[in-house]
């Protein structure tokens, strides 16, 4: 049976240097991830599972690896999960760290739910397997014991552009996130392909970056409007609810007006939106359905029906006050 002394051996590396690789540790090099990822590829090697259970190889847990808590989105998706998760005998545990990767390495779980961008792609490919299958809700990844269950995050995006521009708006900016996120990326995507679409310009300087939260559309609009002054776009979209609500209250504190002076538009629809001030024009996330979606599509693919094919989830334009 192939071990990790056997990897370290392959890769030229140290069994220590091996195990930290693959449990995805920041002390090591990204080739030298690379090189001993590499060879556990080559040389089929699967973790031992040290957790599981020796008689059932299973552990009947099904881990659920975040990027962090952050914010009010996580809630009704983890609800989605755990409803599906229980009803069939197994047990929910999620983890919202980076260095937590060596519980899925190591075999703690029998499957994994995704939705962390710390967790590098080439060590998800590796690590998953029949005995221990994946669900990625935060990018698109090829394998035969990988599934994608992805919000329609362009869709939605060009929803909301056709819905400015039918309000008359010929000037949109835009307020991403971390480029290293998938859905604020996808977002940002769908968005500037329906503009192109309609033959709409879009210039750099009106595309903001704030990291998805309140504070941060706060402050990148507060200096966005010191910056830009009278010559300010007519309408703004932002990547989720929280920073629509910041950049509404920067653009207020200066004495502007939501929607008269400049329309402000967010997507995801929290609970909060419909209750701000305006209230906020938003795309609607099903997230307790992406939450049920991605744990059957997990827990079918454990029952090996691989062929299973995931409902799409529906997203769908809510017009309220604020655009």
């Known amino acids: ?125 590796c690590l998953a397997s029949e005995k221990s299958p994946i669900i990625m809700l935060d990018r698109e990844l090829e394998g035969p014991y990988i599934k994608n269950v992805l919000l329609p995050n362009e869709k939605g995006a060009a929803m909301m552009v056709n819905y400015m521009i039918a309000k008359g708006h010929k000037r949109i900016g835009f307020i991403a996130g971390s480029a290293e996120s998938y859905d604020g990326e996808t977002r940002l995507k769908g968005f ?20 998805f939260t309140e504070s941060s559309g706060f402050d990148q609009m507060k200096s966005y409007l010191e910056r830009m002054g009278n010559n300010l776009p007519t309408a703004m979209v932002c990547a989720n609810d929280e920073m629509a609500m ?41 997230r307790k359905q992406w939450g049920t979606i991605a744990a059957q599509s997990l827990l079918a693919m454990l029952d090996n029906q691989y062929e299973y094919e995931p409902e799409p989830v529906l997203v769908e334009l809510i017009s309220r006050s604020s655009g």
């Open 246 to 286: 910041g950049a509404i209250r920067a653009v207020q504190e200066i004495g502007l007006k939501v929607p008269e002076d400049i329309a402000i538009v967010g997507f995801d629809d929290i609970y909060s939106s419909q209750n701000f001030n305006p209230p906020l024009t938003t795309i609607r996330v099903p």
């Open 1 to 125: 049976m192939v071990n990790l002394k056997d990897v370290a051996k392959r890769a030229g590396v140290s069994v220590s240097t091996a195990s930290y690789s693959l449990n995805g540790s920041t002390l090591i090099s990204d080739d030298t991830k690379q090189k001993v990822l590499d060879a556990a590829r080559e040389i089929g090697y699967r973790p031992n599972g040290l957790a599981k259970n020796l008689k059932k190889q299973k552990t009947n847990i099904i881990g659920l690896f975040l990027s962090g808590f952050t914010g009010p989105f996580f809630t009704e998706m983890m609800e989605g999960i755990q409803d599906v998760v229980m009803s069939k005998g197994y047990e929910l545990v999620v983890y919202a760290s980076s260095e937590r990767h060596r519980l899925l390495v190591e075999g703690y779980v029998d499957g994994a739910i995704i939705l962390n961008y710390h967790m590098e792609d080439r060590l998800l490919e």
């Open 192 to 211: 500037m392909n329906e503009l192109e679409n309609h033959h709409i310009s879009f210039s750099k300087q009106d595309l903001l970056r704030a990291n």
